[in-house]
């Protein structure tokens, strides 16, 4: 399944074949075709760095640090995205579960899924569990 959306435009939007030739396999899989890292294994689950994190697909900035936390899911969890319009919403009903996907605004990669209401305590109810492939951490200047 392709995630070309036909009805919305990219400010970053590229061919099939250029995506193919940026992106590494596993990060194509997951960014362009809406899969799933595996849990625990991520680069960022347990990251306590702090910085930006920015779309690995085009590079715009999505979430910071200061909205992580842990939620012992096995992926990254934010609960914000750096700005509203930094990502966009798509309802995501594979797999026999009604889910709310998360895209970059940008580039229409697929992040991960946002979840509410599950008791974490954050000031906006919110998860937003993220692939840590589908995510670049630029680290604060720690001088």
């Not at 640090?65 to 966009?88: I, M, Q």
């Not at 995501?92 to 974490?120: I, N, P």
């Not at 993220?130 to 001088?143: A, F, G, K």
Request: charged share 25%.
């Amino acid at each position: 399944m392709s995630m070309q959306n036909t009805d919305r435009t990219y400010s970053v939007s590229k061919t099939d074949d250029e995506w193919r030739a940026e992106l590494s396999p596993a990060e194509y899989q997951v960014l362009r075709q809406a899969g799933t890292e595996r849990p625990y294994v991520g680069e960022y689950t347990d990251t306590k760095t702090e910085g930006v994190y920015s779309c690995r697909a085009c590079g715009a900035e999505l979430f910071t640090s200061d909205t992580k936390f842990d939620s012992h899911c096995g992926w990254p969890s934010f609960y914000s995205p750096l700005a509203g319009d930094r990502v966009e919403y798509i309802e995501d009903t594979t797999l026999g579960m009604k889910r709310v996907e998360v895209r970059c605004a940008t580039c229409g990669s697929h992040l991960g899924h946002v979840f509410e209401g599950e008791g974490y305590g954050t000031p906006t109810d919110q998860r937003y569990c993220i692939n840590s492939i589908s995510l670049t951490l630029r680290p604060s200047d720690t001088d």
